[in-house]
C-alpha cells in the first residue's frame, strides 16, 4: 500500500476545523499571513491610481518597480523565512512577520518620494514571502495527517480573500483625501493581530522534535489529536521524516528530474499566463478600457469576487473531477479570455459595440484562473514529490513562481508599450497554448493515485535517487 499523494482538498480541512475548534483558532490565526499575503500583493491596483501622482511615479518603469519590487522582497523574506523557521522555530518567525507587516504598512502609508515607497514595499514583501512559505508549513504541521491535503487549497482562499478585501479597501477609501495612505496603513490591523495572534500560539510539533524536545511536542500534538496512539503514530513519523530529509542536490539526480520538471513547469506557467498583470493592474487595464477611476475600482471588486468564489468551487469539485481536468479546462478558458482581451484592445469598432468586454473577458480569464491554475499548483507541488524531499523540491517550485511573477509584473507596461496592448495579451494567450499542451502530455493526475503510481507515470525512480530510506508503513496516511 502507497502513500495517498494528498487525502483531500480544502473541503475535508474546513470540515475537520470546525469540528476541532482549537484547530480552527490556531489555522485562523496563522492563515492571516496568507491573507495578508493577498492583500499588500492585491492593493496596489487602486492605490497605484493615487499614489502615481502624489509620490511623481512618472515612467512606466517607476510604476512597474513599485509594483514588482515587493516580489524581491518576497524571493528574499522566503529566503529567510525558511532558515529562520528552522533555527528559531516557526511560531517566532510568524510573530517577526507580522511585526514586518506593520512596519511595512505604516512604511508604505507614509512614504514621501518614489525611494521610500520602493524600501517600504521590499520591506512589506520580506512578510509577504515568508507568509507564502511559513504558514501553510505551520499549519499542515499541527493539523491531523489525513487533512494535511486542504492546508494548501485553504492557503489559497486565504489568498484570494485577503485580494479582494484589498480591492473592496481601494474601492472604499477612493473618496477620501490621501486614500491611496489608508489603503497601505490599514493592514498594520491584521498585522498586529497576526503578531500579537501567534504569540499564543504552540510551537509545531515537529519543530520541537527536531529541536529534542519530544515531551512538548507530545504535549502539544495531544490537544489536537483524538487518542494517544494517534500521537505516538505521528510521532514516529515525524522523527522518520526529519532524519531522512534529502537535500538540494538530490533533487538533480536522474530518477527525479522529471517530478522537478513537472513542478517547475507548473511554477512558471501558473504566471506566464499573466495572472498578476491583472490581480495587480486590474483598474489600470480597465482604465485603459475606458474605465474612470472609480468604475474601475468597482470593477475591481467583481474581480476580486470571481476569483474568491471560484476558487471554492475547485476546492470543493477538485476531489471529485481530478486535478487534469481543472487545469487543463481552466487554463482553456484563461486563454480564450486573453485572446478575447487582446481583440477588445485591437479593435475601436469592438470597443464601441460591446464595451463591456474587457471586463466580461478579465472575469472569464480570472474564472479559468481559480479553478485551475491558482489552486491546482499549489496543490500538486504538495502532492507529487516523496515526502524526504517534499520540502526542498517545493521551496524550489516557491522560488521560481515568484521570480517569474517578478518577471511578469515588471514587464507588463513596459510591453504594453512596446508590442501594444493586443500583443501583449496575445503573448500571453501564446504561453497558456503551451501551458496546455504541457499539461496534457507531462503532467500526471494525482487524484485518489499513491505516489508509487505518479512516480511510476513520470518515470522516476526516487528509491534510487535518493539514498535514503522510504518512510514506513505506518506513516503513510
Ligand atoms: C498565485 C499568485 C496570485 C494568486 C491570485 C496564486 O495562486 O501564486 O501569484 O496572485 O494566486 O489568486
Known sequence: MGELATENTGGGFLREAMHNRRLLGVALIAAIGGFLFGYDTGVIGGAMLFMKKDLGLKTNGMQQLTVAILLLGAVTGALIAGWSADMFSRRRTKIVSGCVYVIGAFGCA??????????????LGLAVGCASFVSPMYIAELVPPKIRGGVVSFNQLMITSGILLAYIADWGFAGFSNNWRWMFGVAAIPGAALAIGMFFMPFSPRWLIEKGREDDARKVLSRYRDSDDEVDREIEEIKDVSSNEASLRDLLKKGVRRM????IGLAVFQQIVGINTVIYYAPT?????????????????FIGCTNVVFTIVAILLLDKLGRRFFLIGGTSILTAALVGLGVFFASPSVQHAVPWLALACLLTYIM?????????????ISEIFPIQMRGPAMAV??????GLNFAISYTFLTLTSAITKQGTFWLYAGFGVLAILFFVTLVPETKDRS??????????????ALTHEREPEAARA
Open 368 to 380: 479559468g484562473f481559480a479553478v485551475g491554475l491558482g489552486p491546482v499548483f499549489w496543490l500538486m
Open 451 to 464: 505516489l508509487e503510481e505518479i512516480q511510476a507515470e513520470l518515470g522516476a525512480d526516487t528509491d534510487a
Open 285 to 301: 487595464i480597465l482604465k485603459f478600457a475606458g474605465q474612470k477611476n472609480t468604475g474601475a475600482l468597482t470593477q475591481s471588486v
Open 110 to 123: 507614509f512614504a514621501q518620494s518614489y525611494w521610500q515607497i520602493l524600501a517600504a514595499r521590499f520591506w
Open 397 to 402: 517550485c516557491t522560488m521560481f513562481n515568484w
Open 260 to 263: 522537478l520538471v513537472v513542478g
